[in-house]
C-alpha cells in the first residue's frame, strides 16, 4: 500500500471512529427513555465489552502472552477508578442536558493532556498553549453561558469529567506501552465493569444503579458495548497506527459534529449562537495546539504530547 493510500485509510478509520463514538449518546438517551440510569447502563456496558473484548484477545493473541502482574494491576486500577469516575462524570452529565454540549465542553480535555504533561512529564509545550487555553476556556465559559439552573450540575459533572479523563488518558498512555493495545484494553475494562459491578451490587444510598430493564434498553447497551466502545476503539487505534496521534486527534473532532448533529435531528436537541461560537472556539483552540505540537515533534523528530482515546 502506497503512503497516500495508507494515510488515506487512516483518516476512514479516525472518521469512522468519531462517528460511532459521536452516536453513542442517542442511544444511550434511548436506554435512559426506558428506565435505565447511567449507573446501571454503564454496568451493562462494560460488562458486555469486556467479555467480547477477552473473545477478541484470545482470537488474536491467544491464552499467553500476559504482562507482569504488576502492569495487570495498574492497568485494571486504571479502569477501576480513571474511567469509571470519567463514566460517571460523562454520563450523569448526558442525564443532565443536552448530549451536543456535553460533548462540546468534554473535548477541551486535549489542553489539559499537554498542561499534564507538562507538569509530570517535563514535556514543555509549545507557547501557543497559552492562546490555545485562553481561547478553549472562554470557549467553555461561553458554552456555560446560556445553560439553566438545573444544568449547572451537569456543566460541573462534565468538566471534571475532562480533567479526569485527560489524566487518564496521560495515565493509560504509559501503561499501555507496557502490553499490546487488545490486551491492555482488556484490563482496563474489566476494571472499570468491576466498580460499576460493585456500585450496582451494593446500591449505595445517593448512587442510584438501575440495569435496562427493556428489550429496548439491552439493545441500547449492547450497541453501546460493541459498536460504541468496541469497534470503535478499534478504528481509532487503526486510524492513529495510519496517520499518527496528532492528525488522529484532529480528525477526531469530528466526533463533536456528529453528537451534536444527532441530537439535533433525532433528541431534539439545540445550541445556542453563543454556545456554538463557544465550541468553534474550544475546537479550534485544539486543533491549533495539536497542529503546533505535531510540526514540533516532527521538527525535533519525538512524538507529539497529545494523547488519544483510550477507551470512553
Not at 467479555?51 to 500476559?66: E, I, Q, Y
Not at 462524570?89 to 448530549?99: G, L, Q
Not at 435496562?212 to 458495548?225: D, F, K, Q, Y
Request: aromatic content about 10%; charged content about 10%.
Amino acid at each position: 500500500m502506497s503512503a497516500s493510500s495508507r494515510r488515506l485509510a487512516g483518516a476512514a478509520f479516525a472518521l469512522t471512529s468519531a462517528t460511532l463514538y459521536g452516536i453513542t449518546p442517542v442511544f444511550v438517551n434511548a436506554a435512559y427513555d426506558e428506565g435505565a440510569d447511567p449507573s446501571g447502563l454503564m454496568t451493562a456496558r462494560y460488562a458486555i465489552a469486556s467479555v467480547l473484548l477477552l473473545g477478541v484477545r484470545f482470537a488474536r493473541v491467544g491464552t499467553g502472552g500476559w504482562p507482569p502482574r504488576a502492569v495487570q494491576l495498574r492497568l485494571f486500577l486504571l479502569g477501576a477508578i480513571g474511567l469509571w469516575l470519567n463514566g460517571v462524570c460523562v454520563f450523569n452529565a448526558i442525564d443532565r442536558m443536552d448530549s451536543g454540549l456535553v460533548m462540546v465542553l468534554f473535548y477541551f480535555y486535549p489542553i489539559v493532556v499537554v498542561l499534564l504533561g507538562w507538569l509530570f512529564s517535563r514535556h514543555r509545550p509549545d507557547r501557543v498553549i497559552w492562546p490555545c487555553l485562553a481561547l478553549t476556556v472562554g470557549g467553555v465559559a461561553l458554552g456555560a453561558s446560556d445553560v439553566s439552573g438545573a444544568e449547572t450540575v451537569g456543566v460541573v459533572l462534565i468538566v471534571l469529567g475532562a480533567v479526569i479523563y485527560a489524566g487518564y488518558s496521560v495515565v493509560g498512555a504509559r501503561a499501555m506501552a507496557s502490553t499490546d493495545v487488545v490486551t491492555g484494553l482488556w484490563f482496563v475494562l474489566t476494571g472499570c465493569a468491576f466498580s460499576f459491578g460493585t456500585v450496582w451490587l451494593i446500591d449505595p444510598p445517593g448512587l442510584p444503579s438501575t440495569m435496562p430493564a427493556t428489550s429496548v434498553a439491552w439493545l441500547s447497551a449492547l450497541e453501546i458495548a460493541v459498536v460504541g466502545t468496541i469497534v470503535a476503539m478499534g478504528a481509532f487505534f487503526a486510524g492513529m497506527a495510519r496517520v499518527g496521534a496528532s492528525s488522529s486527534a484532529v480528525i477526531q473532532t469530528f466526533e463533536v459534529l456528529v453528537t451534536v448533529t444527532m441530537g439535533i435531528v433525532f433528541l431534539g436537541e439545540s445550541l445556542t449562537p453563543r454556545q456554538v461560537v463557544g465550541a468553534t472556539m474550544i475546537l479550534g483552540g485544539v486543533i491549533w495546539l495539536t497542529l503546533a505540537e505535531s510540526r514540533r515533534a516532527s521538527g525535533a523528530h519525538e512524538s507529539p504530547s497529545l494523547e488519544g482515546h483510550i477507551a470512553l
